[in-house]
């Protein structure tokens, strides 16, 4: 198995920008599928970016896509999620998660997870 702790989250300001990471140990990183989930307060957890094994393909939820940008660093066995243009609608708790098997965008079928970190972004 692999434990994931996130870290990177704070309070910005709309327009703004933050880097999420995290970081993974135990089993080989290279072995899952890697992504960002968010939850903001009375909402279902939702997706927001998923990167593959590789890092060669990358997947963005539409509400997200060219603000945010996802990567990986397997000789660091790090994951990271760069944030630009933040909206206040961004405000949540995001959550990276770790899938083996085959490459998905669904957030029940990720296996491990990592604490969450808050971002609160002020308008």
């Known amino acids: 198995q692999v434990q994931l702790v996130g870290s990177g989250g704070g309070l910005v300001q709309a327009g703004g920008s933050l880097r999420l990471s995290c970081a993974a140990s135990g089993r080989t990183f290279t072995y899952y599928h890697m992504g960002w989930f968010r939850q903001a307060p009375g909402k279902e957890r939702e997706f927001v970016a998923t990167?593959?094994?590789?890092?060669?393909?990358?997947t963005y939820a539409d509400s997200v896509k060219g603000r945010f940008t996802i990567s990986r660093d397997n000789a660091k066995n790090t994951v990271y999620l760069q944030m630009n243009s933040l909206k206040p609608e961004d405000t949540a708790v995001y959550y990276c998660?770790?899938?083996?098997?085959?490459?998905?965008?669904?957030?029940?079928?990720?296996?491990?997870w990592g604490q969450g970190t808050q971002v609160a972004v002020s308008s």
């Open positions: 998660a770790a899938k083996s098997g085959s490459y998905s965008i669904r957030y029940g079928e990720y296996d491990y």
């Open positions: 990167i593959t094994r590789s890092g060669l393909s990358t």
